[in-house]
């Protein structure tokens, strides 16, 4: 304000110059609007600024110089742009008077005065060319001006420098008669914003004023304002101030008579409503005294509220010793279901010529009353100490706090106001937030949805100066109980750091530090130690119940990974041993970097189930959420793993596990469907659990001639098949795994297979292989033998949460009835017959037809008797081939 009217005040008076200028110049002639371009090019010229004179020039020379003018505006320094202009301005003094260097002057007339003042990045204005480069201190004129009249102005002051722009506008002003240290009467109105700090603002102001710079000695009587408007944070904020003050501030001499201050507004969705009252005080070289002054306050939102009042009583002294029988105050407040109602006072003293003070023993109590604290209430007792030297801008104050069994106390060191530099000290026994707090309630835990989350701000942290320590026996809070709690808090304007930090929470020991840097956008750095943590001790279950069964399919769910836009952080943790999820892992180390929505967890290792795993996580939430997991375990314990993660032992043995996917979608069955990369394993010394495929062919082993088709079963998880050795490898493109290199060694069969796994439906369509062994000793062998060598196809079909199988009898029939005639031919022919069957028909019929060398044929003397009948026909080929396999398969 003082710098707009200051810059305002340039501007006008370079106008008025300007028109006495205009005036001297045209003084000897009788029509001094002749001159009107000779005063135009002379400014642009000295000044390289455009003068434009609208209208005549009227003027007055005895008994009074003085002029009348119309609308005059003068440019921007070498351009066109306004710089300053008025409508219509009227001056005139006595010209005597001048011979003795006073300056007597009627009634000013101003009527829509407009200036633009600007402050360039590089700290240069646009009025610097106006000002005289060897200004020297002239000696002082006394002034004398009848009154001012100011109607319809503005003055916008433009700061490039610090971005900011402030506008007064309709600015009216009429003052009684003016002359330095004499009072005189002002009335004015005007509208002023701005865009730092935010304002936006009408005032009214009326009063008797009278300054004077030389003795320091400022006086306003009959003071009456009014603002109204957004400023100071609030919404339609009312302010209203009336009242005498009298003030020579370097002589700290203050008289103050009725001064009356009032507040309304809404800060923050709240009305809040302060009152202050001053009646009487005097300050004085020798003497100070003062009648009662009381300050209210008032803030009510919704159902909550806060009432608080402040008195001081009757104060006296001297200027070097002033006291008071006590400063008291009373506060009520409410908050839902809980009231609070507290008393309080102490003694006063201070030294008002040094700015100092002190309250030695500010004392109170308080009674809490809370359905969910426990007994309904509670009642507690503070006690501090404060001294105050404002000069020296310190504070230092020593305080204790008793509520229930929690019993707190401290001290704190405040060095500056301006940038505080607070250094302190916090301890207790027992801090017992259930008590004070009262024990939270199911629905205060859910957070609610305010919408895409966004980074905290903590700017103001920049201006905070902070160091301490805090040491506190034992904390309670819900069903959770920290002890041993020690840190160190440090803040220097550019990072904020917990250091040391050491706590124990129920049986896990926390050691570490924590930091926030860069504070507009934090980033959060933790180094962290854990012992051991059951993390699921800490998790809400979950209250939802599952949907009924029904044909409906499952409802999709988003992910929602915004919270990732809002978390900037870089830090490790380290546990001993974790319990997550129900799966137990020691040496934990996790490393996070989350930067602008994308976290990367690397590496992300642990030793579980008697390996260890070693992998990555990264997780990008900028626009559609992608997820990359890379993955590798080795000599893991599959089947306590499964059975602890997902409650189910399908599966059991001991080996590796990799896994490197990649995935996309903003809901959970798009994130499953959307499923990219690949996986494997390699298990030794296991068994499938839910299928028995000894026990299961054993059981239809009579039964091979009258099946015809498929036998299909659910699975049985009493049932297993055990194996020695089991790898695979899988394809996953789509949320659709595909297998086709399944090798597993069980003492019964040599198991292949191929097939798809579809993560996104959940659905499984895959055909094992197995072949059995031809020796058969082992896990159901007894009683196969006609089996060995024999693979039976097994289709598993159905979803993860109900899987079948399907065992081909009438296939197995089939290879049964192979095997038999291939065992019955035997030798070469055997080896012929079973690549027949097997589809390759040359190599089969070659096989066939092949004959073995004969020796050389012994003569015989010819036997009448045995005469051969005529000759017959040779057999063709296809007769030949036909009659060996009718030979051959017993046709």
């Known amino acids: 304000m003082n710098k707009i009217l200051k810059y305002g005040a340039i501007a006008l008076a370079g106008l008025i110059v300007l028109v006495l200028v205009v005036v001297g110049i045209v003084a000897a002639t009788f029509n001094p609007n002749d001159y009107k371009p000779m005063v135009v090019k002379m400014v642009q010229e000295k000044k390289q600024r455009t003068l434009n004179i609208e209208g005549d020039i009227k003027l007055s020379f005895w008994p009074k110089i003085g002029a009348n003018l119309g609308r005059i505006s003068i440019s921007e320094h070498k351009s066109d742009k306004e710089f300053a202009a008025v409508e219509s301005l009227k001056v005139s003094l006595a010209l005597l008077p001048l011979l003795k260097k006073e300056l007597i002057v009627d009634t000013i007339y101003v009527d829509g005065a407009r200036a633009n003042i600007v402050r360039y990045e590089d700290g240069t204005t646009n009025y610097d060319d106006l000002l005289s480069e060897d200004e020297s201190e002239s000696e002082q004129i006394k002034f004398d001006v009848d009154g001012v009249i100011v109607t319809n102005s503005a003055i916008t002051y433009t700061d490039l420098q610090a971005g900011n722009e402030i506008k007064l ?117 020798d003497e100070v005294s003062g009648k009662e002054a009381s300050l209210s306050l008032t ?46 006072s102490s003694p006063f003293s201070g030294n008002l010529e040094q700015l100092i003070f002190d309250l030695p023993k500010l004392a109170g109590n308080l009674d809490v009353k809370d359905p969910a604290l426990p007994g ?45 530099n607070i250094k302190f000290n916090l301890n207790a026994d027992t801090l017992d937030l259930n008590k004070l707090l009262g024990q939270p309630s199911a629905k205060a835990e859910k957070a609610a949805d305010s919408g895409p989350a966004k980074p905290t701000d903590l700017s103001a942290l920049k201006d905070l100066l902070l160091e301490g320590k805090v040491s506190i026996g034992s904390i309670l809070y819900d069903k959770y109980r920290l002890t041993g709690l020690n840190m160190g808090i440090k803040a220097d304007g550019e990072r904020l750091n917990v250091s040391p930090f050491a706590v124990k929470l129920d049986e896990s020991q926390i050691k570490g530090s924590f930091g926030i840097s860069r504070f507009a956008k934090p980033i959060y750095h933790f180094d962290v130690d854990i012992d051991k943590l059951d993390a699921d001790r800490y998790i809400a279950k979950s209250d939802d119940k599952p949907a009924a069964a029904d044909n409906k399919p499952a409802t999709d769910t988003p992910i929602d990974l915004s919270a990732l836009k809002a978390i900037n952080a870089d830090g490790e943790l380290r546990i001993g041993w974790l319990n997550l999820a129900n799966v137990k892992s020691t040496n934990v180390r996790i490393k996070l970097k989350a930067d602008d929505g994308v976290a ?292």
Do not use: C, W
Request: charged share 25%; aromatic share 4%; hydrophobic share 40%.
């Open 169 to 285: 506008s309709k600015f009216n002003l009429e003052t009684g008669h003016v002359a330095l240290a004499s009072p005189f009467d002002v009335a004015t109105d005007f509208e002023l914003s701005a865009k730092q700090p935010e304002l936006n603002i009408a005032a009214k102001i009326k009063g008797n004023f009278m300054a004077d710079p030389e003795q320091k000695h400022f006086v306003a009587k009959g003071l009456d304002a009014n603002v109204q408007g957004d400023f100071a944070g609030g919404k339609e904020v009312v302010v209203k101030l009336t009242g005498d003050v009298d003030a020579r501030p370097e002589n700290m001499e203050f008289l103050v008579d009725g001064l009356k201050l009032a507040m309304t507004g809404n800060f923050d969705g709240a009305k809040v409503a302060v009152d202050l009252v001053a009646p009487k005080l005097v300050v004085q070289e």
């Open 299 to 344: 803030r009510e939102k919704g159902s909550d509220s806060v009432k608080a009042n402040l008195v001081l009583a009757d104060i006296k002294g001297s200027p070097k010793a002033v006291q008071s029988s006590g400063i008291s105050g009373d506060i009520a407040a409410k908050q839902g279901a809980r009231t609070v109602q507290g008393k309080f």
């Open 376 to 420: 309904g209430a509670m009642k507690g007792d503070f006690a501090l100490k404060l001294h105050a030297d404002v000069k020296q801008e310190q504070v230092k104050s020593d305080f204790n706090l008793a509520i229930d069994t929690t019993k707190l106390n401290g001290d704190v060191a405040v060095a500056g106001f301006k940038k505080p």
């Open 600 to 891: 990367q967890l690397a590496p992300f290792s642990a030793n579980l189930y008697e390996g260890a795993m070693n992998g990555s996580l990264q997780v990008d939430a900028r626009a559609i959420p992608q997820i990359a997991f890379k993955q590798n375990m080795t000599g893991i314990a599959i089947g306590p793993l499964l059975v602890d993660a997902i409650n189910n032992d399908m599966l059991s043995g001991k080996g590796n596990l990799n896994l490197d996917v990649k995935t996309s979608g903003a809901t959970v069955n798009t994130l499953k469907k959307s499923l990219n990369g690949t996986a494997g394993l390699n298990l030794a010394d296991g068994a499938v659990k839910g299928i028995d495929i000894a026990g299961t062919i054993r059981g239809y082993k009579d039964k091979l001639s009258s099946l015809k088709g498929q036998a299909s079963v659910e699975g049985d998880k009493t049932q297993k098949t055990d194996f020695s050795e089991m790898s695979a490898t899988f394809n996953i493109k789509n949320g659709v795994a595909h297998n086709d290199d399944l090798n597993m060694k069980a003492p019964l069969f040599r198991i292949t297979g191929s097939g798809d796994i579809d993560i996104g439906n959940e659905t499984i369509d895959y055909l094992a292989k197995p072949t059995v062994v031809k020796t058969l000793a082992g896990q159901g062998g007894a009683g196969l033998d006609e089996l060995s060598g024999v693979t039976i196809p097994v289709k598993l079909t159905g979803t993860f949460a109900k899987p079948k199988y399907a065992l081909d009898f009438a296939g197995v029939a089939t290879a049964m009835a192979k095997k038999k005639v291939i065992d019955k031919v035997g030798g070469e022919k055997g080896e012929a017959v079973q690549k027949l069957l097997d589809g390759d028909a040359a190599g089969g019929l070659e096989g066939l037809l092949k004959k073995k060398a004969e020796p050389a044929p012994t003569e015989k003397t010819a036997d009448p008797a045995t005469t051969p009948p005529a000759e017959e026909q040779p057999a063709s080929k296809e007769d030949k081939v036909k009659q060996k396999l009718d030979k051959l398969l017993g046709f």
